[in-house]
């Protein structure tokens, strides 16, 4: 009985716990848009292809979530909408009562995405995408803004974020639309530069991938991508090795090895008579007194607990042999 009460606290907190974290999990799928409206159209889950205008919005659920392309620029931020094929710059529109799914990267440095009045902040990071899944009950014009310090342009990092019923959507989306230019890897390389306080400015057409060549950082015309450079000569057309990595050249300026006698093998898999006769950089302060130490393989090199002498700022003592 004495143990029995504070068990039984413990056991209801992990319980409320671990069913509230999962919850604000912002990768998993809203399971609800209020109380008692499901995110279910007809009986079909969301997660299925759905036609968005036969689905609609009511008792019967939710119709298939809105995908917002999200990119932290400096200082100001891209939205794409795939499914309309526009983007906008500092200005977001969702209905209200439909789902949102955001995919949020950065082109340069971490940043984090937050509306308060529609859910939680999530941080965007160069080269990685993020997941957050939302949902806006009430129209309004909210503010939005990033939530964490990105350097000088930082404090007019903010945007306006507009929840309207369907019509309003539809008819926000034909205005951007019917205004600005189109949004291709040219267009975006300009726009990617720094700048600060940038007003509200609209897209009418999107290259098809932009938002997946900016996740890859390859939007400069000519550079590999992330992917191509991961999978190598396997998979890329820029060539490499499995083993190249994303920052060293493969072997044979990026063919690969002709043959096993060319693979290429680390100075940990050598024997000490294999590695050179280059300066032992590692050898201890006291070498000279010692020639044995000036082999590579000797076991006296193992000893480093000898203080070594002070020497002036931007030099070293260096051993010879």
Request: charged fraction near 15%.
């Amino acid at each position: 009985m004495i143990w029995g009460a504070p068990l039984l606290i413990i056991i209801a907190l992990g319980a409320l716990t671990w069913t509230s974290t999962h919850l604000l999990d912002p990768y998993r799928p809203l399971g609800r848009i209020k109380p008692d409206t499901p995110t279910i159209a007809n009986n079909v889950p969301v997660g299925n292809l759905v036609d968005t205008q036969q689905a609609g919005n009511g008792a019967n659920g939710a119709g298939k979530p809105l995908e917002v392309q999200v990119v932290a620029l400096d200082w100001k931020w891209l939205f794409i909408y795939p499914e309309y094929g526009i983007a906008t710059v500092n200005e977001l529109a969702a209905p209200v009562d439909r789902p949102i799914r955001f995919q949020l990267t950065s082109s340069s440095v971490m940043n984090a995405f937050y509306i308060p009045a529609l859910a939680g902040m999530i941080y965007t990071m160069p080269g990685m995408q993020t997941t957050l899944n939302a949902v806006i009950n009430k129209p309004g014009n909210y503010e939005g803004f990033s939530s964490n310090y990105s350097g000088a342009g930082f404090s007019g990092m903010r945007f306006r974020f507009h929840g309207v019923d369907d019509a309003g959507f539809q008819a926000w989306v034909n205005q951007v639309k019917q205004r600005g230019g189109g949004l291709n890897r040219a267009s975006y390389l300009q726009l990617e530069k720094s700048s600060e306080k940038v007003p509200v400015r609209y897209y009418n057409a999107v290259q098809p991938d932009m938002f997946k060549l900016v996740v890859e950082q390859c939007v400069q015309p000519g550079k590999p991508c992330m992917s191509e450079l991961m999978h190598g000569a396997k998979g890329g057309a820029h060539g490499g090795d499995s083993h190249s990595g994303m920052a060293m050249p493969g072997v044979n300026n990026g063919k690969g090895p002709q043959d096993s006698s060319e693979r290429v093998e680390g100075a940990l898999m050598k024997d000490a008579d294999e590695k050179g006769s280059g300066n032992h950089w590692t050898a201890p302060a006291d070498i000279k007194k010692d020639g044995a130490n000036s082999a590579p393989g000797s076991q006296q090199n193992r000893n480093h607990t000898m203080l070594t002498p002070l020497t002036q700022p931007g030099t070293r003592p260096v051993a010879n042999g």
